[in-house]
């Protein structure tokens, strides 16, 4: 043990944890040890490979030189369990498993033979034949070491092999490698199209983003009064070119009411970035950021990232509650970003194709687009592909309408300044669902949006005009949406930029490929849709019918308009009292089902355990004659003692194992049970029941006698199942020969016996 763990520090000084230098000796100690604790939760939370960022290699030191060290220590005891050196190298096996990555390896082609994960298969295969191989060869090894001894006894023994041994060698190999064959065919079989599910799947932030307010939800608040012109965060160039939009957040998923991160993980997943995550192809450039205004857990970056770098005193903790999702390219700081905070971004910014050059790859929506929507686009007759959406886009753009709001002041909110004296308020409530969308489309098809469509310079009827601040619908045109982001802009070429909350955008991007770079933005966040023209503005310019009809006279009330900073869309319809109750109960019943299970799984084998005595106690106390129930009622005051630590009966009497025991009236009992066995007059109601109060006695007597967490384990304690499975054997002398007799046949032998001779 001492020079095993003289070793540790040796490797893991030089291979784990090396030190810079002479001065970070104490360091690379100190995260050594502590990497025994703490490197286990750091290394599911780190993307993979983790090379040697920071302490992470030493969990592999921990299982490589400790698992090997405790194999060959219980392979070398001649106890039997010493065939628990296979079960701890099938755990050491198991660690690759558990701590590795979430996909398997590439499959290997040979002819027409397909081996998927053929190092997964491999690793396994080689860690079972090898351990049920030693297992084999060390019963063998307790086999031959038996009959050595029996060898000592001048006992002969012959040393050839039997056509038995070697059909039972034969068939000991062919059980083997039926099984690891099939392990090897029906495993990926069984596996196929399913998850990967190991530790690093359920470690992360998925909570701290369940938990947090989605970033759409307050992108109004971005422009209230007073609120515009107010500094989320300031980006200064470090090397390179300052980035043209910062990142946000990203939204990965779509269910027809609102954005928001994919909980499947099929977006991505969000892990804890290693030193340095390999770059990619674009132009390089470090900035770094302060944080002013900016609150949530959504960190800024932008492009691809390849580092972050946390400043402060707290930088240890700040990098340790940063997460990021490669596929998303977004950040989330768990711990909330905070005022003051300052950090490094290294990324690259790629070089993206023009949208009218991309390709559709030709994937279904993931929800139900409206009719209104197909009708839409139908009629544009755009075509499909990068230039098709490209169109589209242009005409929602030329031909909608901007608003942040569903009311401003008389003089103008601080949001319409910028965009000149021209621009025509229009309210619009805030929602992303399909049902707003579809009736936003709808509309689009009356005589305003055939008004608009005129006023876009369109020359085709058949084509519809959507008043609103919105999108085609992605999937529809050919180009399935991954994902929704919050992008502040500054213009390039600055060394210094302060992001306000007014320069908030909203750019819906398109998945044209797999991986980081196969998202598109599509529409540029500069250019708002047309703000001149209003959406009921067709209404004043009407002319009047020749033939006026008399209309009924206005009963409609004026009614509040809705709460624009609610989450879901305004439109929808509030949801029933009978459903939330339901829902409710629903909710309810599933958790305490939950909860009942999870209470059942963990008390349930202790549970059957005190079963199964109360069972067996009572079996023996109503057992077919009062002789029985007397006998029984002993094995019942033995099972007792045994359960509440007292040794088990080897070869004594009842009376010497009372003595043992030495309870009050252990030796009553015996003297009881003895007579009921072996006198010639036989038991009655009245000993068995005398018996069976004498029993009941003891047990609250060793029950007492022990503290209270000693009698719970005698409650669930099996060492009165497992005394009597293997047979003892005891000697009996008769005139001029010796038998060996097994202890099971005592008893009948004993009933049977011939009065004893003075």
Sequence with gaps: MAAAGVLFVVLGLTVAVPPADAAGLLTSLRDLLVGIVTGWKDLVTVDLPVGTYRNLLVPALVVFEWGTLAVLRLAWRPERYGTAAAAVGMAMTSFGLLFGRSVTSAPITLGVLVVPSPREIACGALALTLSLAWMSWRVAAWRRAALRRAAATRVRISRRRSGSDIRRAGLAAGMVAVAVVLGAVVGPAIAEGRTRDVLRTGAGPDQAISQAVTPLSDYRANFADGAVTAPLFTVTAVD?????RIRLATLSAYDGVSYRVAADGSGGQFVRVPARLPAAAGTPSTVR????GLRGIWLPTFGSLESVRFQGADAASRADAFYYDAAAEAGVQIDDVAKGEQFEVAATVPRLPAVESLRAPGADPAVDVPESVKTWIEKQDAGTGGAGLATLVQRLRERGYLSHALAVPAAGADWM???????????????????????????????????????????????RAVLRRGRPDR????????????????????????????RVHRRHHHRVDRGPLGVR?????????????????????????????????????QVDPPDPTRQESDDAAPPRDDEQGLAALWASLRIAGIAALGLL??????????????????????????????????????????????????????????????????????????????????????????????????????????????????????????????PRTRQRRDPGRTRIIPSTERRGRAQHAAPAQP
């Design 240 to 244: 390179g070119p300052l980035p043209d």
């Design 475 to 502: 999937r529809r045109a050919g180009l399935p949406g991954a994902g929704r982001g919050r992008r502040p802009a500054e213009r390039p070429g600055h060394r210094r930029a302060a992001v306000r909350r007014g």
């Design 417 to 463: 300044k910028p965009l000149g004296a021209g621009y025509v308020f229009q309210p619009s409530a805030s929602g992303h669902s399909l049902a707003r969308i579809d009736t936003m489309f709808r509309a689009a098809a009356g005589p305003s949006g055939r008004h608009r469509q005129r006023l876009a310079g369109g020359r085709d009827r058949r084509r």
């Design 521 to 557: 933005a599509v529409g540029a966040h500069r250019h708002h849709p047309q703000h001149t023209e209003g959406a009921q503005n067709t209404v004043t310019r009407q002319r009047d019918p020749e033939n006026p009809t008399d209309v009924r006279p206005q009963t409609a009330q």
């Design 289 to 292: 950021i302060g944080i002013e």
């Design 601 to 726: 799984l963990v008390t349930g084998p202790f549970l059957a355990i005190v079963i199964a005595k109360t069972v067996r106690r009572r079996t023996r106390r109503t057992a077919a004659t009062p002789a029985e129930q007397v006998a029984g009622g002993w094995d019942e005051y033995v099972d007792a003692a045994v359960d509440a630590g007292l040794p088990a009966p080897t070869m004594q009497t009842r009376s010497e194992l009372a003595a043992v025991y030495a309870t009050p009236r252990g030796a009553v009992l015996a003297v009881e049970t003895d007579r009921a066995v072996f006198s010639d007059e036989a038991a009655t109601d009245q000993d068995a029941t005398r018996v069976w109060s004498i029993v009941e006695e003891e047990r609250r007597g060793l029950a007492a006698s022990v503290p209270l967490w000693r009698r719970v384990l005698a409650a669930v304690s099996l060492k009165s199942f497992v005394r009597g499975l293997a």
